[in-house]
């Protein structure tokens, strides 16, 4: 269950996942509306950054502390 849990959570899986639907919208439905398919797009932008940014922060924060024990201000 928790590969399952860091596989949703997962940016790329989500970038590989819409990649693959739209592969097959593109070959299925070529005169898909491109005005409707770039909305689509923006949107998912936004929760891959989501993303992105929700499994980066504590890596960031964790180098952060780090520096921060390795460095001591004077």
């Known amino acids: 269950m928790d590969t399952i849990n860091v596989l949703l959570h997962d ?4 970038a590989a996942v819409w ?3 739209q592969t097959v919208l593109f070959y ?3 005169t898909f509306p491109q005005e409707i398919w770039a909305a689509i797009n923006g949107l998912f932008a936004v929760v891959l ?10 890596k960031v ?3 952060r502390a780090t520096r921060a024990a390795n460095n001591p201000p004077n």
């Open 11 to 14: 940016s790329r899986f989500w």
């Open 19 to 21: 990649l693959v639907i």
């Open 49 to 58: 950054a989501v993303l992105s940014a929700a499994s980066t922060g504590p």
């Open 28 to 30: 299925f439905l070529p």
């Open 61 to 63: 924060r964790a180098l």
